[in-house]
């Protein structure tokens, strides 16, 4: 215990005196998780309401499958990403492989199921208490969704937290679309697995000290505004 | 014009339970109907089957009207406990305008003419579900009287209010009814029925009773189970 | 077509500036390459000469050649002269060329259970090893330097695949989490001399064996088929080739150090 206490602090001490490059990899982390909720979000949440309200053939086998894909591994994304995106995989030609937009890519696959997935429960749950007003005002499918997303939105923050944390702490998507280069696609989590692997263990712990500690702010600063705006609109 | 309303042989079943029997009846503008019976007599299933929120098993719901948008449209439906958006009382009248596809530069007129009439423009601007139960009721009423409907249903509206919000309630309901709104009311407060009904279907188990006007059937019941309604003695179903 | 295009250029716009605009190429070597420090030590001086920027992929050996074989790299730097000659003969790459050798060494237990440290002889050393039954990790991912330990059983004459008991752990790692991994069991593994030096967690780990030239670990380096792959570098990739093998290069590689010591022995022809 001592001694992982100590790591921890002499880890703390290398990241404090650390150069640019730290800062560097801690932004591209940051920049490529976040722009991967943000897509995940767009594209979950109308996802997740939609499956909550709709009617199909099958809509219970999608919600199973949905809820299957939150568990999603990591490098198995990461290595269906690599062959589409490889230049003889289908999407080549774009020259995503091994860069930052390929890396959102692969994470957004990863965490949309679990933001549409949680959105989903979430409506489905809001629907039951909404549905007769909203279709006695005429309002149902796509609409009904949006508008219930809207409603619920402070409750929604949960799911699209579940998808940060998810996109913050995965090494198998990124490193394997990403190619871990040095300067360019090296975020805090492979750097982690890298200064593991070099037997640098006390950099590893500061590193992921200071992940675990942003991923901590990004979270509560998510709560206070949550708290905030909930206040005031009820 | 939407009405007369024709259940034509309707009936409803649900979990392997017949709730209403084959029914048939009509409901044409201008008296106010009530609709009485114990709990659990199906008074709000029928509701439902006019308004449209439950398909009938059987027989058909037919309007006058055969455009499914101005057959919605002209309707409205206040619900035992209201269900407001998470936004202000103004916001959640215009919803319900954009819902009924109101243009856009009448929609703000209409909704505060709305709050002003049921007597929340003070409240306007509040968040709707911080407002108390009879303000959010009241609330609900403004939503509907927003869209100027032919047909109010009302599904036990005052249930979960105190008397004086229920009079409250009550008051809008009777500017509704002088403003030309055919009101249709499921209840089980008698007195509620006399103050506001013109006429009154009676239901026993899903089956239509007895129908008449409101005086006649509290003083001259002619069936059974209605005298015993009235007199208080009937056990829950 | 032109949708995809602006797409693409949405998307990049979007999220980063990256990459459209900068000249680089990608090349694809090994972990224990750029574990050792080569790259961050080497490639600026390419970069000033010719404003080239290397992005390097560090992976095993055998994903690095399968990278060259998608078209996802310009360049490939290993040290695999069977794999790579095989990759030639695919017409997968350009031509060969050597560019540097370093070494291998028999890192194990300072209690030394084999009875080998300080021989000079790896492939008694290897036979003493499984004689002894002493814990052995080994890599067991397709690298360069497991190739290289398959190649020292054979020598031995051991078949290593039949004859492995429980003393051999086949851990499929790199070549830090493999040390690591030796570190905890306190077992014999053949590392390259770069990553050993550059090793902090060793426990009670030392060098056993060094310096038998069948333990030398040569590196080519080779451009990708522009004609297999268009979408290739293949000027700018070039450009690296050349300087790599050119004196100026040779210089830069034998001037890198770890701790006063020289790990890379420049040998292009």
Not at chain 1, 124 to 141: I, K, P, T
């Amino acid at each position: 215990m001592q001694g992982i206490a100590n790591s921890v602090l002499e880890g703390l001490r290398l990241v404090a005196t650390l150069d640019l490059r730290l800062w560097e990899i801690v932004a591209l982390s940051l920049e490529v998780s976040l722009s991967a909720v943000a897509a995940a979000t767009l594209l979950g949440l109308p996802l997740g309401a939609a499956i909550a309200v709709g009617r199909m053939p099958g809509r219970r086998a999608v919600i199973v499958a949905l809820n299957a894909l939150m568990g999603l591994p990591p490098v198995v994304v990461g290595l269906a990403v690599y062959l589409l995106l490889s230049r003889a995989g289908p999407l080549g030609e774009f020259g995503l492989l091994f860069t930052p937009p390929g890396m959102v890519i692969a994470q957004t696959v990863l965490i949309l199921p679990i933001v549409a997935a949680l959105c989903r429960q979430s409506v489905e749950d809001a629907w039951r208490e909404y549905e007769e007003q909203l279709r006695s005002l005429g309002v149902q499918g796509l609409r009904a969704a949006l508008t219930l997303v809207w409603d619920i939105r402070f409750s929604l923050v949960t799911a699209v937290l579940a998808g940060l944390g998810r996109a913050c702490a995965e090494v198998g998507a990124v490193i394997i679309v990403g190619g871990n280069i040095d300067g360019v696609t090296r975020v805090m989590t492979t750097t982690i697995a890298l200064e593991t692997s070099k037997g640098d263990l006390p950099l590893a712990l500061g590193l992921g000290t200071v992940l675990i500690a942003i991923v901590f702010a990004l979270n509560a600063t998510a709560e206070v505004i949550r708290g905030a705006a909930q206040r005031r609109y009820g | 014009m939407i009405l007369p309303l024709r259940l034509e042989a309707v009936a409803f079943a649900a979990g392997g339970r017949e709730i209403i029997p084959p029914l048939s009846l009509e409901v044409g503008a201008g008296a106010s109907t009530i609709i009485l019976g114990a709990n659990g007599a199906g008074k709000s299933v029928l509701m439902r089957l006019m308004h449209g929120l439950l398909a009938p098993t059987a027989g058909r719901v037919a309007w006058q009207d055969a455009d499914p948008k101005r057959v919605r449209r002209q309707q409205a439906m206040v619900f035992q406990r209201p269900v407001m958006l998470r936004r202000s009382a103004f916001a959640n009248v215009v919803y319900a305008l954009e819902a009924a596809g109101v243009r856009a530069g009448e929609r703000r007129a209409r909704a505060l003419d709305a709050l002003r009439e049921v007597g929340l423009l003070g409240l306007a601007e509040r968040p709707a579900r911080v407002l108390s139960g009879g303000e959010q009721q009241r609330l609900a009423l403004a939503r509907a009287w927003a869209l100027h409907p032919e047909v109010l249903f009302l599904d036990e509206p005052t249930a979960s209010l105190d008397p004086s919000a229920t009079r409250e309630i009550e008051a809008v309901i009777r500017a509704f009814d002088a403003s030309g709104t055919k009101i249709v009311m499921a209840t089980h407060n008698l007195g509620q029925a006399r103050r506001l009904g013109d006429e009154v279907l009676y239901l026993h188990q899903g089956r239509l009773v007895e129908r008449a006007p409101v005086e006649r059937f509290f003083k001259e019941p002619s069936s059974a189970e209605a005298a015993a309604f009235i007199k208080g003695e009937l056990p829950w179903v | 077509m032109g949708l995809k295009r602006f797409a693409f250029a949405l998307l990049m716009l979007l999220t980063f500036d990256l990459g459209a605009q900068e000249r680089f190429i990608t090349v694809s070597s090994t972990t224990s390459t750029e574990q050792s420090g080569l790259f961050k030590y080497l490639l600026p001086l390419f970069t000033a000469k010719t404003g080239i920027q290397v992005r390097v992929v560090a992976v095993g050996t055998g994903q690095a050649l399968d990278i060259g074989r998608r078209g996802d790299a310009d360049v490939v730097f290993v040290h695999a002269k069977p794999l790579e000659e095989k990759f030639l003969a695919e017409g997968q790459g350009v031509k060969r060329f050597d560019v540097m050798y370093n070494d291998f060494v028999l890192i194990g237990p300072k209690s030394d259970p084999a009875k080998v440290g300080g021989t000079k002889d790896i492939v008694a050393a290897f036979q003493n090893v499984k004689a002894a039954q002493a814990p052995f990790v080994s890599r067991g991912d397709k690298s360069g330097t497991h190739f290289a330990e398959l190649e020292l059983w054979k020598a031995a004459g051991i078949d290593i695949a039949k004859d492995k008991g429980s003393w051999y752990r086949d851990t499929g790692q790199g070549m830090g989490p493999a040390l690591n991994s030796a570190a905890a069991m306190n077992a014999y593994i053949l590392s390259d001399r770069g990553t050993w030096l550059s090793f902090k967690n060793r426990a009670d780990l030392v060098i056993s064996v060094e310096g038998d030239r069948r333990l030398f670990n040569q590196y080519g380096v080779m451009l990708v088929n522009p004609e297999k792959h268009p979408n290739v570098k293949k000027e700018m990739g070039q450009a690296f080739v050349d300087w790599v093998i050119s004196p100026e290069g040779q210089k830069a590689i034998a001037g890198y150090k770890i701790n006063g010591e020289q790990l890379f022995f420049p040998n292009a022809r």
